[in-house]
T-cell receptor
Framework: AQSVTQLGSHVSVSEGALVLLRCNYS??????LFWYVQYPNQGLQLLLK????ATLVKGINGFEAEFKKSETSFHLTKPSAHMSDAAEYFC????????????WGAGTKLIIKP | NAGVTQTPKFRVLKTGQSMTLLCAQD?????MYWYRQDPGMGLRLIHY???????AKGEVPDGYNVSRLKKQNFLLGLESAAPSQTSVYFC??????????????FGSGTRLTVV
């Protein structure tokens, strides 16, 4: 069965510092990986996704993520945090399971300190 | 603006009452989903639909029913609400399913409290 683990329910960084949100997955088939962002009182928005090809994926708002098969990871990074990045971030995986549904991580709330 | 619209945005129910949540999308997406979001548990799929007139059970379907009579609408019903159904409910739609999607489009959510 597929699963997604996001390390840290809350991550706090200073404005201008590196953002690193961790996502590890388990999948018996080649995974497709997604990061979504949820701003307060809003629905989720797609940040970026990995399907095939280049393992470094660039998304919106300066975020990027790297697929590392050997580490079964898909960590999300941003070189310099901005106050507007404060939100909850969700990692999700999809593969060739019976219904191709996305499996979601529990989410990581990113807190930006001024 | 194109997207997914959920109504209502907030609702308080008494135990045993029934209600229907409406989801409407104007992107001509085939696939639609109902999720619930609870603290520390991410999103859990309740039911989904792969096209007009079809529905299927997700991860946590008990206590809920759905209908997709029109392609653009996906209704979630609670026949007899229970406090355990207190949650934030999200509807989403997509062009493709899972890894074949170009990303899911989410509504802004319905915050339901059952007392």
């Amino acid at each position: 069965a597929q699963s997604v683990t996001q390390l840290g329910s809350h991550v706090s960084v200073s404005e201008g510092a590196l953002v690193l949100l961790r996502c590890n997955y388990s999948s018996s088939v080649p995974p497709y990986l997604f990061w979504y962002v949820q701003y307060p009182n809003q629905g989720l928005q797609l940040l970026l996704k990995y399907t095939t090809g280049a393992t470094l994926v660039k998304g919106i708002n300066g975020f990027e993520a790297e697929f590392k098969k050997s580490e079964t990871s898909f960590h999300l990074t941003k070189p310099s945090a901005h106050m507007s990045d404060a939100a909850e971030y969700f990692c999700a995986v999809s593969g060739s399971n019976s219904n191709y549904q996305l499996i979601w991580g529990a989410g990581t709330k990113l807190i930006i300190k001024p | 603006n194109a997207g997914v619209t959920q109504t209502p945005k907030f609702r308080v129910l008494k135990t045993g009452q029934s209600m229907t949540l409406l989801c409407a999308q104007d992107m001509n997406h085939e696939y639609m989903y109902w999720y619930r979001q609870d603290p520390g548990m991410g999103l859990r799929l309740i039911h989904y639909s792969v096209g007009e007139g079809t529905t299927a059970k997700g991860e946590v379907p008990d206590g809920y029913n759905v209908s997709r009579l029109k392609k653009q609408n996906f209704l979630l019903g609670l026949e007899s609400a229970a406090p355990s159904q207190t949650s934030v409910y999200f509807c989403a739609s997509s062009y493709g399913q899972g890894h074949n999607s170009y990303g899911y489009t989410f509504g802004s959510g319905t915050r339901l409290t059952v007392v």
